[in-house]
């Protein structure tokens, strides 16, 4: 006979393994199935998708590997700290990158474990409708086997866009999966995508040694941001020795004796060849929907392969939804989570709902980059009345006693209600202090709510306070 659960969740990434914890919290018979495509020393199945075992998790580490390698040959000597014959072992720090990812896997298959979640080691494809539910095909590596299921949660999330005449091969030419596996750093490292990905990749081998040249097709650099704080990241990048090339056209990448070949034309029209020893394609992500057969239960992906779905994830089959990657919004790991939490607890009968403008963005640069709301180009092209107040890490003495004070904080809010608009950090520990912007948007606080709450001190929160204050125009300590 076979396995039938409440709710079966297709994917056990950031969003899927969320889901379905969540699920099994509120008392359904859960399941979740996963296909990796990632390497595992007992060749199982590795839970927690990109995010976990190629992407966030594994790119942070080597992150703060790069950092710290960093700050002890700029920073240290301030500090009255003297260092001689620094080096970096990259075999070392790969490993360590692969201990926290072996250690987070395992924790995820510790979860499934402690909320009795079945884990279906295979992938996950609709075989068609029942009375009830659905029937769905898991296909592993002992062949098919048919469960069946009364809800569906699709979890599939992203893989990386390639390119026209760019062949990833991941030893040369590599997108994000083969970027973190560098076993040195490159000398010359070409960097085609000056997005998220891009940025980080590139900062973490650039402190490491490597001459870095992103080309990034889009004319404006990093558009999503606020005007105000790309051009604080333009000019503090620039400063570091990123080379940022904006407005080309990649033509033919061609693998040489020494590296890879680019070729492209900048933004007047000259024509240009790229030199190095690795090429990152960072271009973005495409939704894994492929190879769900979701024709057998009526529904359809649009033109660019995402799933349709309604505010609360729901597709066009009844009891079928889909989270995280494979449906419209930012391909964020924060916001599949909350979706996945969302569909679980609609499972339920709860009422539960995200508010996505609410939804931080962060990039793990130095300084890190992180915003929540609108951005001030935003506002002008609605028309909207706003006020702005910004406030600088320069003049907040924890910032300058960890010798980290670039960067600013800046706060959007209505000219007429003080409600908080939106908030764009360029600074340190950036990453965290977004979160108290995106409690006081989430609950529609005033600027005046964040500038009459306390704030430690001394503590890098104070520049939040005095964003708020500055709104005002009375901010305390400038």
Known sequence: MNKQFDVLVIGAGPGGYIAAIRAAQLGFSVACCEFSAYDDPAGEPRL???????????????????EAFEKAIHNLPDHGITTTGISIDVTKMQKRKEAIVTKMTAGVQFLFRKNKITLLKGRGSFAGKTDTGYRMIISGKEGDEEVLAQKVIIATGSKARHIPNVKVDNVTICDNEGALKFTEAPK???????????????????????????????????????????????????????????GVRIGQAKLTKDGVSIAYTDDQGSEHTLECDKLIVSVGRIPNTEKLNLEAVGIQTDERGFIPVNDHCATAAPGVYAIGDVVRGPMLAHKAEDEGVMVAELLAGQKPHI??????????????????????????????????????????????????SEGFIKMLADGKTDEILGVH???????????????????????????????????LSEVMREAALAIEKRALNM
């Open 48 to 66: 927690g998708g990109t995010c976990l075992n190629a992407g966030c998790i594994p790119l942070k580490a080597l992150v703060a590997s790069s």
């Open 188 to 246: 010359k490292l070409g960097v085609i995508g000056a997005g998220v990905i891009g940025l980080e990749v590139g900062s973490v081998w650039r402190r490491l040694g490597a001459e870095v040249t992103i080309l990034e097709v889009m004319p404006s650099f990093l558009g999503a941001a606020d005007e105000s704080v790309s051009r604080e990241a333009s000019k503090l990048f620039l400063k570091q020795g990123l080379h940022i090339k904006l």
């Open 355 to 404: 508010d996505y403008n609410s939804m931080p963005w962060v990039i793990y640069t130095t300084p890190e980059i992180a915003w929540v709301g609108k951005t001030e180009q935003q506002l002008r092209s609605e028309g909207r009345d706003y006020k702005t107040g910004q406030f600088p890490f320069a003049a907040n003495g924890r910032a300058l006693g960890l010798g980290d």
């Open 425 to 459: 950090i360029i600074g340190a520990s950036a990453s965290d202090l977004i979160a108290e912007a995106a409690l006081a948007m989430e609950f529609h606080a005033s600027s005046e709510d964040v500038a009459r709450t306390c704030h430690p001190h001394p503590s």
